[in-house]
């Protein structure tokens, strides 16, 4: 009996991120506390809904959530201190900065977000404080 090979799958099928509905809610969640004026990235969104390494399955969830979640405030990971908008469609990506502009939330020449500043669990909620200056103690006269 001859063996019948399996469908292969196309380039764009391979790397598709399966989505759940329990991982669609979890996601929405996470993307709804997003504070005003901060930014999340996909990774971080993912990590927050309890799916290590989904990335992928949080950019395919934002593809298709309501207009009513802010999902502008999720971006795309440059690199370990900056984000940026991750929207190939152009109109899309001039949406989302506008809206993110709207917001206060700064992107530099680059186009790129500092996490550091923006970034909902990067950033300080309070400006630090320069460290007070220690007194040197003197020592006793002979």
């Known amino acids: 009996m ?5 469908p292969r799958r196309g380039p764009r099928e ?3 991120a399966t989505l759940s509905r329990n991982q669609e809610s979890e996601i929405y969640a996470v993307v709804r506390v ?6 999340a990235t996909y990774g971080e969104v993912a990590e927050l809904a309890g799916i290590p390494r989904g990335h992928r399955v949080v950019a395919r969830a934002m593809q298709s ?4 979640l802010p999902w502008y405030r999720v971006v795309g990971k440059k690199d370990a201190r900056r984000a940026r908008i991750n ?4 109109e899309h990506a001039e949406l989302q900065r506008a809206r993110l502009d ?17 970034g909902m669990l990067h950033a300080d909620p309070q400006p630090r404080k ?6 040197q103690r003197r020592l006793p006269r002979p």
């Open 2 to 6: 001859a063996k019948v090979p399996k």
């Open 34 to 39: 997003i504070p005003r004026g901060r930014v």
């Open 102 to 118: 709207a917001e206060a939330v700064e992107l530099d020449e680059n186009g790129c977000i500092s996490l550091a500043r923006f």
């Open 14 to 16: 391979a790397g598709r």
């Open 130 to 135: 320069s460290p007070r200056p220690r007194k």
């Open 65 to 68: 959530c309501s207009e009513a």
């Open 87 to 90: 929207i190939a469609d152009a």
